[in-house]
């Protein structure tokens, strides 16, 4: 056992670094108890989360309980991240109003290859335990089924938000998706968890393994849940599917020039939640910006420069912000501009899809559409099958707010 005043100290310190940016702890009072008790035997406390990996593209917004798993692991606790092969196969129902599709178990174990790879971004890979859920499920027995079902009651199931409001809109449940939940909770029970971490949307089925957990006569784990960050639009929350996301993927001129375009009342939650601020940096940024002491562009410019700085390394941060000056405020031309060879006679749409820059022809006659596509310091492309030719060699082509092409 540690000194009592070396605990106390150590205790509120650890408090106030994990309880900053959390939404909703519950209980917090036994958060506290088993915090000060780790604190004080030196035994670490267990704390888990888990991965859906039914896509393998991850964005700012699925690593904010990861940052927090981060701050437990940089306090000398233990991160463990299960991987939902079991449940990938039934889908998680959460916001949904529809089953998923089940995947393969060698498309599932691929899509949480590069899902941890990217996580491992944010956490301390030497730190961090990755546990598959088929290591128990395996060999789970019929009746081990039965006996989990017999812990919780269907109206608590059907009380769950999702499952209710998709009967009340005559939506069908089917029964393999009310096992989601209960199999979240069951792995609590494995890996004996103390702290489970979610978003919001996640209670739910946090608190089954806190269940889960009490019926196995073991420590009742404690819900740490987190928010769903919005998403650069503004008014929606973090998605792909919305377009309004800042993949982990993405190269980091992408990242700065997408967090350049974040409303400022979004500023501060992106500071809180994924800019990794201390609790008293964030306030002293709160207040300079609440008294007018930081001009919310400088402050966007300083946060888009922290996360790409985070991902890429601080020259590349610096480098991001400089090119993005030169482009938007200078209007320079970045100094590396990709080159493409194009075939003369061809048409403009088809060049940007040769060249890459493009995900689809589609996309390139929307952006023409949009008044997206033009040539650097000329008029707007209005003509998606605009032919090019000889004359247009040497010429840089803007595509969207920070694409460039210069053809040869």
Known sequence: MKDEQWVEVEYKRQLEILKFGVVEITPVEEFEQMLKKSIATQIPLVVKCGIDPTGSDVHLGHLVPYKKMRQFQDLGHK????????????GDPTGRNESRPSLSMEAIKENASQYMEQL???????????????????????????????????AKLLGHETFRDRLDQGVSVSLHELFYPVLQGIDSVYIKAD?????????????????????????????????????????QKMSKSLGNYIGIKEEPFEKFGKLMSIPDNLMLEYYQF???????????LKNDLEQELLHPNMAKKELASKVVSFFHGEQMGLQMRQKFENVFSKKKLPDDIPEFEFKRGADLVTILSDAGVLS???????????????????DKVNDAQMILDESHVGKVLKIGKRKFLRLK
Do not use: H
């Not at 991160?79 to 039934?90: F, L, N, P, R």
């Not at 060999?139 to 812990?151: H, N, T």
């Not at 089954?208 to 639009?233: E, F, N, S, W």
């Open 360 to 378: 689809s022809k589609g996309e390139g006659r929307r952006l023409v559409k949009q008044n997206a596509v033009s040539f650097f310091d000329a």
């Open 274 to 284: 994924v800019a990794g601020l201390t609790p008293k940096e964030f306030e002293k």
């Open 195 to 235: 702290v489970e971490l979610g978003g919001t949307d996640q209670k739910f089925n946090v608190l089954m393994g806190r269940d889960y957990l009490k019926i196995a006569d073991l420590r009742p784990q404690v819900a740490m849940l987190l928010p769903i960050i919005t998403g650069t639009c503004g008014t």
């Open 120 to 154: 491992f971004t944010v956490l301390d890979r030497d730190k961090t335990e990755i546990r598959f859920q088929s290591e128990w499920f395996s060999d789970v027995s019929l009746k081990d089924v039965i006996k989990w079902a017999s812990g919780v009651t269907v």
């Open 79 to 90: 991160g463990v991240v299960i991987i939902g092969d079991y449940t990938a196969s039934i």
